[in-house]
């Protein structure tokens, strides 16, 4: 018996027993004696054409497994006597056996270690997603059709504020969106699963902690032979993005100095009194001119000038409270927007009532400062917004030109007294 090892295309012994005179003979076969694994049985070498057997009359080469395709060790058996064909083609049939069982064996745990791998990756992917989608806000969530079941990842559930893996259902956490989130999305979910197609939305939910957050819901819907059976998708906490977003408005669309609308704001208002469609048309329009304020600017300084507009917003502002806008559209100069509620009549007394407002002594830093307002009132009667504007102009002069500290309401081709 011997044991030789296959390197750079030769073989060597590497351990033997038995008679050594059988080590010419196995030195003398192949280095691949034993191509990709399959054993090698010479019943008898004296019938093997061009054998120089020598003492050995019986030869088998068993490659011993080792986990690859064409093992490096491979098994020698020797023995001066020969055996019948039927014995031989038993041993082949045996080492065939066993070397495939140790290839299936092989291929098994290959198998296992390649499972084992992509399980892995598949974890480590998870992972990393989770990891991701903690930094972004953003959870995965399913709903099964069939009985309104849902799934979340950790993401959803943080945003809710609710304990990880915790049960969840449907109509609970339909009860965590306001009222009007809650329509919002219903309407939208509803045409998705009609359509069979997506749809996204942004709503505000009360989480578990009473915290008022807004999340930007996606979902796809699937379907199989035309009906929907799942929505599948993403939520993502918002809530900054909106804060950030609310606060750019309001100082796009704010004086910073008075906290009223800015002459933006007011001119956006203003144009949609050409819209048919508008649910809050416009009724009319005040324009408010600050008189005796460039003397107190020019006496008093800039800080107190400044003092006498934020006091004469305020007071503008208590006036006009069921006003749909009040605006500083200049330095002195202030415009009131009026909705369709309030008739003709109560918004000339509303002009009247600014006057007297605005005309009240300001007690600034122990000094009293006579501060007036003069007021032009426009009623919108059609035409476009331009038009309007150049009406209440209009009457804001008459109201100047009557000695200030006054009202005037436009009316074509005479101005009342």
């Not at 005796?292 to 409270?321: T, V």
Request: aromatic content about 6%.
């Amino acid at each position: 018996m011997a044991i030789t090892r296959r390197r750079d295309g030769a073989s060597q012994i590497i351990d033997s027993s038995g008679n050594p005179a059988h080590l010419a003979f196995v030195i003398a076969q192949p280095a691949d004696a034993c191509p990709f694994g399959a054993p090698r049985v010479i019943a008898d070498t004296a019938r093997c054409p061009g054998a120089s057997r020598g003492l050995t009359r019986f030869y088998a080469a068993i490659p011993m497994p080792d986990g690859t395709d064409n093992p490096a060790l491979t098994l020698h058996l020797c023995d001066s006597r020969p055996r019948g064909p039927a014995m031989a083609h038993r041993l082949e049939a045996m080492a065939i056996e066993v070397t495939s069982r140790a290839a299936i064996g092989r291929m098994l745990r290959e198998r296992t270690q390649e499972r084992d791998r992509h399980a892995a990756e598949l974890r480590a992917q998870i992972e990393r997603f989770e990891r991701a989608s903690e930094t972004a806000s953003i959870g995965i969530w399913e709903c099964d059709l069939s009985d309104e079941s849902l799934t979340w990842t950790a993401g959803v559930y943080d945003i809710f504020e609710i304990p990880r893996g915790a049960s969840i259902d449907r109509d609970s956490t339909l009860q965590r969106y306001t009222a009007e989130s809650r329509a919002a999305m219903a309407a939208a979910r509803a045409r998705a699963i009609e359509d069979c197609s997506d749809f996204s939305v942004e709503v505000e939910i009360i989480t578990a902690q009473g915290r008022r957050r807004w999340m930007r819901i996606t979902g796809t819907v699937e379907a199989r032979d035309g009906k929907a059976v799942r929505i599948f998708g993403m939520k993502q906490d918002i809530t900054e993005q909106r804060l950030l977003a609310d606060r750019t408005r309001y100082l796009a669309e704010t004086d910073v100095m008075t906290g009223l609308a800015n002459r933006s704001r007011f001119q956006a208002r203003l144009d949609q009194v050409q819209d048919r469609h508008e649910p809050r048309p416009i009724a009319a329009l005040l324009l408010v001119d600050l008189d005796g304020f460039k003397q107190i600017n020019d006496s008093h300084g800039h800080a107190l000038g400044d003092q006498c507009l934020i006091e004469a917003a305020r007071r503008l502002g208590a006036c006009c409270g069921g006003a749909e806008l009040v605006a500083r559209i200049g330095g002195d100069e202030f415009a009131v927007l009026i909705g369709p509620d309030m008739p003709a009549h109560a918004v000339e007394a509303l002009a009247a009532q600014i006057v007297d407002c605005i005309g009240q002594a300001f007690v600034c830093d122990g000094q009293s400062l006579a501060l007036g307002a003069s007021v032009g009132v426009a009623h919108c009667s059609g035409g476009s917004s331009a038009e309007l504007f150049r009406r209440a102009d209009t009457a804001l002069y008459a109201a100047k030109a009557a000695g200030r500290n006054t009202s005037r309401v436009f009316v074509p081709r005479a101005l009342s007294a």
